[in-house]
């Protein structure tokens, strides 16, 4: 009964080959959040759709890019991926009505860069 | 970006012994949440905190959210082996920030 589901758990890609990370969520929430992890590093926020509004970071590489075709469904596409690139990717859902609820994460894709 | 700064960074304890983290900022807060990762699997949410003052209990595990709303605190009580992961706090103000994690280690 997962909530928040991302596929593949694992990804191999080679440099530069383009990849694409999808998530669903059941829960019906209107935020969606993608982050990247690295290892032994605290999540870092990518970017987040509030509906259909995108809303990316600053620092967010241009080589990354996301879209949210319906309520359920995200995607995280890695346009050209480096080795730098390799890291755990989570995707998060949260409400906002009055406020933000909690976050709820998704397992994760790692994704490995050979 | 904004910084939590989460302490202390990594703890070794023995099963039965207490825990206490913190987690504290130079910005005010609106939320306070305590998650808890297992390695290979997506942060699992243990507590949220909405007001300053509050303090919430999820079994062993209570956590407060700080009277100013620059600071948060985890405790675990009576510690186990499942115990064992990597916690972070995230506070939410126009969005959500992590702190750095607490990895936590529990000698049987």
């Known amino acids: 009964d997962a909530m928040v589901i991302q596929n593949p758990r694992y990804q191999v890609t080679q440099f530069g080959k383009p990849v694409t990370l999808s998530c669903s969520q059941t829960?019906?929430?209107?935020?969606m959040y993608w982050y990247q992890q690295k290892s032994s590093q605290a999540p870092k926020l990518l970017f987040h759709y509030y509906d259909k509004d995108f809303n990316n970071e600053a620092d967010t590489p241009d080589n990354f890019q996301s879209r949210r075709p319906n309520t359920s469904f995200c995607f995280l596409d890695i346009r050209s991926p480096g080795l730098g690139d390799a890291a755990m990717y989570l995707c998060?859902?949260?409400?906002?009505?009055?406020?933000?609820?909690?976050?709820?994460f998704g397992d994760g894709t790692r994704l490995s860069i050979l | 970006g904004q910084q939590l700064n989460q302490s202390p960074q990594s703890m070794f304890i023995q099963e039965g012994e207490d825990v206490s983290m913190n987690c504290t900022s130079s910005?005010?807060?609106?939320?306070w949440l305590w998650y808890k990762q297992d390695p290979g699997e997506g942060p699992v949410l243990l507590i949220a905190?909405?007001?300053?003052?509050e303090l919430t209990s999820n079994g062993r595990l209570t956590a407060q959210f700080g009277i100013t709303r620059k600071d948060s605190f985890l405790n675990i009580s009576a510690s186990i082996p499942s115990d064992v992961g990597i916690y972070f706090c995230a506070g939410r103000r126009d969005q959500f920030y992590f702190g750095t994690g607490t990895s936590l280690t529990v000698i049987p």
């Open positions: 829960l019906n929430h209107n935020v």
């Open positions: 998060a859902t949260s409400r906002k009505g009055q406020g933000y609820q909690p976050q709820h």
């Open positions: 910005s005010i807060f609106n939320t």
């Open positions: 905190l909405y007001k300053a003052g």
